[in-house]
């Protein structure tokens, strides 16, 4: 009774195990970086402001990539949100209020590699609200990376002391 009771436990273990499937590891390109973006809507006109993507890694897989997302305005605003790139289609979205009732941003971008290291979107976006809501478009491309100087300690000699003589 104990061995079959104990064959069963092992085989339903084994099935369970044999079921769960590892995550596969994102194999994606990384768009993480700071954009400097300009964008244009029917509401505002023109308008410039800085978004941030970091790849969230454990949350990507295989072809997708998922970020967490966010834009600040001129007047220091941040928007928070997220966004999943497929290839280079990136869907990003974000809050435009932290009501209750809260209004949301969603838009969609296509994703372009300007250099060896620097990547630029465009994004078209919906901004929904009473009257309709507004739509627009932004051009975000990502900043340079700043590179560390590293300082050197420069050693002043000094000249020799020698002790005078009596």
Not at 105 to 125: E, F, L
Not at 145 to 160: R, S
Request: aromatic share 10%.
């Amino acid at each position: 009774m104990k061995k079959s009771l104990l064959s069963a436990l092992v085989l339903v273990g084994l099935n369970f195990v044999s079921n769960v499937e590892a995550k596969d590891q994102y194999v994606g390109p990384n768009f993480s970086g700071i954009y400097s973006c300009k964008g244009t809507n029917n509401k505002v006109g023109e308008y410039e402001v800085v978004a941030t993507l970091k790849l969230n890694r454990i949350s990507s897989h295989g072809s997708f990539g998922v970020y967490d997302f966010n834009t600040e305005t001129e007047n220091a605003l941040v928007y928070k949100g997220q966004a999943i790139a497929s290839g280079y289609r990136l869907a990003l979205t974000f809050n435009l209020s932290d009501a209750r009732n809260a209004e949301y941003s969603t838009g969609i971008a296509d994703i372009q590699k300007i250099s060896s290291t620097r990547w630029a979107y465009t994004n078209h976006y919906y901004e929904p609200d009473e009257n309709g809501g507004d739509s627009g478009s932004e051009y975000c491309v990502m900043q340079k990376p700043v590179k560390m100087v590293k300082a050197t300690k420069k050693i002043k000699k000094l000249p020799a002391v020698v002790p005078a003589q009596s």
